[in-house]
């Protein structure tokens, strides 16, 4: 219960802050997908409740006990040679005290020429950034409802300035067995600094999703909708490239109305034969899809599609996503069961 009412204050508390998007916050790296299963169905989903222990990194509620002795290791060559990873593991400790979750993301940026404001080379520099979670969850009373949390150490290093921070994750989850629906409302990154980079203290991301999902009845699908970034409306900003300029040089500026601010926090996908040893996975973000869209060009940005494969007690995931013309994602996985 006191678990309960600590996750009501975090989520009214969020409410009323003014929450960043990508570029306005520091340690941005946190909200990057965690998985190539989460990946595959457009970048995030709240409500797998299964043997995947990489889900609980984005959502703790969904920790259980089929992630017990499951070890996950995912990488990704980003873009622009970025490359990131991440590592999630889960114990039973009993049926009374349930499941602990061990989670880690690690992002490497690779190496920069350095220049002072003369134009002189300063030589070379790197960054990385990284976060360490640990995560629990438990049933609301003998209720449909599960809660957790996931608790984050923050490393990052940015060529010669460091920062360290400290953050939560607050999940719901309401599973109903007998339709096999599922719905969740997540609060990710509820932190602060404790060391800033250069004395100036910055947000954290703060971001709060609501998913649904459900396996349809007699068919091997399971669709998945997800609401991203609620701290935020309007979640659009017009891109003055897009802006029209009449025949007396009158120019009018990219609109964007409701439905498409709507749209922006809409991620939809279907994974085929979910339960089974081979799984095919379709995923769309459209707000990608809308902020990375050529003009008269057709490059399914947004456009996301994976596969799963198990074989005996390693499963192997791997996702191509769509960025752009100019850059595209691929991300793989594996799964080991340790038992």
């Known amino acids: 219960m ?17 929450a960043q998007l990508g570029g306005e916050s520091t340690y941005q790296f946190l909200n990057l997908i965690s998985s190539p299963r989460q990946a595959a169905l457009g970048g995030k989903v709240l409500t797998n409740v299964d043997y995947d222990v990489t889900q609980a990194l984005y959502n703790p509620a969904t920790i259980n006990a089929d992630m017990d002795n499951q070890l996950a ?22 049926r009374r005290v349930q499941t602990f979750h061990l989670g880690m993301t690690y992002v490497n940026y690779g190496s920069f020429d350095g220049y002072d404001e003369n134009g002189l080379s300063t030589g070379t520099f790197t960054g990385s950034e990284a976060a360490l979670s640990f995560g629990y969850a ?8 599960y809660i957790g949390t996931n608790l984050k150490f923050i490393s990052s290093k940015l060529e010669q300035y460091n920062s360290l921070g400290i953050a939560a994750d607050f999940g719901l989850i309401y599973i109903n067995e007998y339709l096999d629906f599922n719905a969740a409302l997540v609060i990710r990154n509820f932190g602060t600094q404790l060391t ?34 609620l701290q935020q409306w309007p979640i659009a900003v017009a891109n003055p490239a897009r802006g029209t300029t009449d025949l007396n040089g009158n120019q009018t500026e990219e609109e964007i109305g409701f439905l498409s601010n709507l749209a922006r926090h809409t991620i939809v996908g279907l994974e085929l034969f979910p339960e089974n040893g081979f799984n095919l996975r379709l995923g769309y973000s459209f707000r990608r899809a809308a902020e990375l869209k050529i003009l008269e060009q057709r490059n399914f940005s947004g456009l996301s599609f994976g596969i799963g494969l198990k074989f005996n007690k390693i499963r192997f995931s791997y996702t191509h996503a769509r ?6 994602t691929n991300f793989i996985g594996l799964q080991i069961n340790l038992q």
């Open 73 to 94: 290791l995912n990488y990704s060559s980003y873009l622009g040679d970025i490359k990131y990873g991440t590592a999630a593991y889960a114990y039973t400790w009993d």
């Open 196 to 229: 800033t980079y250069a004395g100036v203290n910055e947000s954290l991301p703060l971001e709060i999703d609501l998913g649904f999902s459900q396996t349809l009845e007699n068919v091997p699908i399971r669709w998945h909708l997800t609401f991203e970034n």
């Open 2 to 18: 006191r678990l309960l009412v600590t996750f009501l204050f975090v989520l009214w508390g969020s409410g009323v802050m003014h």
């Open 323 to 328: 960025y752009s013309s100019a850059a595209n």
């Open 138 to 145: 438990t049933q609301i009373g003998y209720t449909d409802f």
